[in-house]
Structure formats: C-alpha cells, structure tokens
C-alpha cells in the first residue's frame, strides 16, 4: 500500500506527523492516531550506544517449562538483534546508533504503542535527528498482547503475511518535500511470532530485509 502525501523531509516533526494520517487513512474514516510525534517527543529513547533492556525484562521472558518453540529471550543489546552484516551495513551507512536526540516511536498506532510502552523491551535507533532515519524496538509481549498488536495492524491497511514462521506487517507510504521538492519515503513494519514483537518505524532508510535480518538473528 502506497499513497503520496504532501509533508517536509524532516524526522522532527512533518515527515512523522504526516506517516501517522497515512497509516490511519488506510482503516476508516474515524481511525485516529494522537501519538503523531516528533522524533524529539517520546521519553524513551535511549542515549547509549548500546541499548540497556528494561528491568521487567532481565530474566527469561517466560519460564523454561511454559515457553514455546517461537518463544524468545530479550536481547542483551542493539548490537545482539542484528546479523554481523546488516551491523555492518548500518554502521556504515546510517550512524549512529541510539543518538540521544532520535526520539521517534517505533509505531504511531495507538494501541500498538500502548502495548509497546507496557512490555519489556529493547530501544535501537539509526540515524541522526534530520530527514532519515530507524527506530526500532524488540519487545517481549504476551498471547492477548500480541493479539491486540496484530489487530491494530490488520485494522489500519497494514499488508499482513505469513513470514519466518510469524506474522510480518507493513505499511508505507511516499511524500514530497514541499521545500525541495525531494521524495520522502516512510512507513512501518513489524513481526510478530510467539512472545516476540519487532516494532520499526522508518523515514527514508528502509535496507532491504531489515526486518527479516533482526527475525532471522534474535529467533534464531
């Protein structure tokens, strides 16, 4: 799904501002996001290089005689989500990583946030605050947790599809810089398997399986 949206190529306002109506016009007329944020809003972001995760979070997501299969440990660090390669790519490519000024969420859906706020977690952003960038948060959820994210997903045009023994989902939409004139590309994607969630909001800079490399590294 891809709509063209008039907004400013900047990750401090407009750009995010304008991914959120896009996301929300995929649902309903009445679907409405009140998270458009800037990427200097969210108290979350982190401000070290390698992201620390949450307290809930330090032991084992679920205990040894109840996980499942698709079931995952919090990652340690950003570094620990990635393959080496796509580390590589992004070091050299989008640095750095967890710029204290990128505060963007790693979604703009409501319910979605409001999960993403309240599960243990692991915060990685790319980029500095300008007109491109990645945020991205692992997250340890429950069964009603992810079902709610799944259906906030489903419910606002979000192409949802079997992938990596989960649910991957994606929206994008592409806009013009009323300054410049330049093409600005933005959206989301997330994936969903077992107790794990993989949150990814993007302006600009979306490498080809990113999302798919982070399932592949923290599931194993």
């Known amino acids: 799904m891809s709509r063209t949206v008039s907004t400013r190529a900047v990750l401090v306002g407009t750009v995010l501002l304008a991914l959120s109506g896009v996301l929300a016009s995929c649902a309903s007329d009445d679907a409405t996001d009140s998270t458009s944020a800037s990427v200097s809003e969210s108290s979350s972001a982190s401000g070290t290089a390698s992201a ?24 340690g660090s950003c570094e620990a989500i990635y393959s080496s390669t796509m580390l590589q790519t992004l070091q050299s490519t989008t640095p750095p990583l967890n710029d204290p000024d990128v505060t963007v969420t790693s979604t703009k859906l409501v319910p979605a946030l409001e999960v993403l706020d309240a599960a243990p977690n692991v915060r990685c952003t790319w980029g500095e605050a300008g007109h491109s960038g990645i945020a991205t948060t692992v997250a340890v959820v429950d069964s ?42 933005q959206g989301e994607s997330h994936f969903l398997r077992g107790n794990g969630w993989v949150a990814t909001t993007w302006i600009t800079v979306n490498p080809d399986g990113y999302t798919q490399d982070i399932a592949a590294t923290v599931w194993g």
Do not use: K, Y
Not at 57 to 75: C, W, Y
Not at 145 to 173: K, M, P
């Open 144 to 185: 009603e947790q992810s079902a709610t994210v799944l259906s906030a997903l489903e419910s606002n045009g979000f192409d949802c599809h079997d992938s990596d023994g989960g649910t991957l989902c994606t929206a994008d939409s592409t806009g013009v810089d009323i300054d410049s004139g330049d093409i600005v590309s």
């Open 52 to 75: 620390t995760p949450t307290d809930s979070a330090s032991a084992p997501a679920t205990d040894s005689t109840t996980s499942g299969v698709d079931d995952i440990t919090l990652p």
